[in-house]
């Protein structure tokens, strides 16, 4: 039987969509294709992204925002109110450029002098939902392509079987992180599983995630009928093309054969069968709390090596508004192993230096105790690190205060951070523009300064 891809190169003219829609019509359309590799505004530090979301807000001043002021004044009461609350973490130096990074994350401290630490991030917004929505979208007020659409429209992706954009078990219920809105449908995140679903329950078996991917196989007709089937659909789509801009329905087309060539690609990538057990035991794919992050991890680096453009896994349950030891100890035990094998792998496939990896929550928590050990929301400052990419490794940019409340040092609004994400992946964030609804959109909307101080 002939693959996907080679029914697509030889349908016949009884049924072939090049043949439907005119032999010129489909060359333009293949050069012209919205996913097409495109050239930066100019020369990029990385290629790609990794973004590890910490969904809940991870404390910064456990993890990476070390605070001896913090713990001398254990108990006293804090700037807005309430005692504080001492890291119930030892915090040390590490790497030979002597970061200050908490026991929590021991494996991940042994990459530090790799990784750039912002401690000045700040958003608007102090609740989940629009905190969320900000740092992927730029905006909680409206509906806006996240930061992962943005790169894709501008950079389009290098493997033509592949989504460009995905999203590993993103939270139930918020698109937006990985949506496209009003920018071309193709260039939306393609959605992985989700917290606690089959993915969740994949990932505690030994062998293949396969079958992760929602869809992905048709069990009612073979790859003949579904290519007879979506010829149609796209010949359709083509009968409502209108006239002027075309990208929408061009988007959808697009999409659809995307989709049909995946049921190729998309499976076999995501099998980890192959994987030896010493790699699967690096990452901690292998059993225990780590599993679940750790075969997500490994997905990610092969993804990233099969030309995904970016790639995003969120990691939930940072909200320790109670039980701060057991539970952040609890979440960073699940992925400080696989966050740090991940390094480790881009590393030794000399990958890193143009894989840009992305650490970070929504916002951080307060220095001050809620309900005896646990933390409120933080919005005003907290950290975020990246590594590879062309950021300065072993590196530390802008502070919060004494305590921890918010950011006095080189304050670094999300704004910043997206200007300084699309400046690394060679694109100008004031230039990456989509004409809608009368006006010129971007990413940053009318603010963000690139943070030229971390790049190498």
Same mark, same amino acid.
């Given at each position: 039987?002939?693959?996907r891809?080679?029914?697509l190169?030889?349908s016949?003219a009884?049924f072939g969509?090049?043949?439907? +829609?005119?032999?010129a019509?489909?060359a333009?359309?293949t050069?012209?294709s919205?996913?097409?590799p495109?050239?930066?505004?100019f020369a990029?530090?990385a290629k ?5 979301c910490?969904q809940g !807000?991870?404390s910064?001043v *456990?993890?990476?925002d ?11 009461r804090g700037?807005y109110?309430?005692?504080l ?5 030892e ?5 030979e ?6 026991d929590l994350?021991?494996q991940v ?5 790799e990784?750039?630490?912002i401690?000045?991030m ?5 609740v989940?939902p629009g905190a969320m929505?900000?740092m992927h979208?730029g905006t909680?007020?409206?509906v806006?392509?996240s $930061?992962?659409a ?8 290098e493997?033509?079987?592949?989504p460009?954009f995905?999203?590993?078990s993103p ?8 949506g496209?809105?009003?920018l071309?449908?193709?260039?939306g ?5 989700r917290p606690?679903?089959?993915?969740a329950?994949l990932?505690?078996r030994s ?7 929602p869809d992905i196989?048709?069990p009612?007709l073979?790859d003949?009928e579904?290519?007879r089937?979506l010829?149609l659909i796209?010949?359709?789509?083509q009968?409502?093309?209108?006239a002027? *801009?075309?990208s929408?329905?061009d988007?959808?087309?697009q999409?659809?054969e995307?989709a049909?060539r995946?049921?190729d690609?998309m499976?076999s ?7 030896? &057990?010493?790699?699967?035991?690096a990452?901690?794919?292998?059993g225990g ?5 750790g075969?997500?991890?490994?997905? +990610?680096r092969r993804? &990233?090596?099969?030309?995904v453009?970016f790639i995003e896994?969120t990691?939930?349950?940072? *909200?320790?508004h109670?039980?701060?030891?057991a539970d952040? +100890?609890?979440r960073a035990?699940a992925?400080?192993?696989p966050?740090?094998?991940l390094?480790a792998?881009?590393k030794a496939?000399?990958m890193? *230096?143009?894989?840009?990896? $992305? ?6 928590r307060?220095?001050s &105790? ?6 409120n929301?933080?919005?005003? !400052?907290y ?5 590879g !990419? ?5 590196f530390s940019?802008g502070?919060?205060?004494?305590h !921890? ?11 910043d951070?997206?200007a300084t994400?699309?400046?690394l992946?060679g694109?100008d964030h004031e230039?990456?523009t989509?004409?809608?609804?009368g006006r ?7 603010y963000g300064?690139?943070?030229h101080? $971390?790049i &190498?």
């Open positions: 039987m002939l693959t891809r080679e029914l190169k030889h016949s009884g969509y090049m043949a439907m +829609a005119g032999m019509h489909a333009e359309s050069a012209t919205p996913l097409a495109k050239q930066p505004h990029a530090k790609r992204v990794i973004f590890l910490m !807000g991870p910064h *456990d993890t990476f070390y605070k001896p002021d913090l713990q001398r004044d254990h108990g006293k700037k109110g309430g005692a609350l001492k890291s119930p973490w915090f040390r130096q590490r790497g450029s002597g970061l200050w990074i908490s994350f021991p401290a042994e990459h530090a002098d990784m750039c630490l401690r000045s700040h958003c608007d917004q102090p989940h929505t900000q979208t909680a007020q409206f806006r392509p $930061i992962g943005w790169t894709l429209y501008g950079l389009g992706t493997n033509e079987s592949l460009g995905v999203s590993l939270p139930v219920g918020n698109s937006r992180n990985y496209s809105a009003f071309p449908a193709i260039y995140g393609t959605k992985v599983g606690g679903s089959r993915f329950q990932a505690r062998g293949s995630t396969q079958d992760s991917v196989r048709n009612n073979s003949r579904q290519r089937q010829n796209q010949k359709l789509n009968s409502q093309m209108p002027g *801009d075309t929408n329905v988007g959808v087309i999409s659809y995307l049909f995946m049921q690609a499976p990538l995501m099998d980890l069968a192959g994987e030896n &057990a010493k790699t699967l035991k990452y901690g794919a292998d709390p780590t599993e679940t992050f075969k997500q991890c490994l997905l +990610a993804f &990233a090596e099969a030309g453009r896994i990691h939930g349950n940072w *909200d320790q109670t039980r701060l030891t952040h +100890a609890a035990e992925c400080d192993k966050i740090a094998a390094l792998d881009l496939r000399n890193l *230096d143009e894989t840009l990896v $992305i650490w970070g929550g929504e916002f951080g307060t220095p &105790a809620q309900s005896g050990d646990g933390r929301h933080n919005n005003k !400052g950290t975020l690190w990246m590594a !990419g062309g950021v300065k490794g072993g940019y502070a919060t205060d004494e !921890g409340f918010e950011a006095v040092e080189n304050p670094c609004h999300v704004h951070w997206h994400v699309l400046h992946m694109l230039q990456l989509y004409r809608y609804a010129d959109f971007r990413l940053t909307d009318v300064n690139v943070v101080d $971390i &190498a």
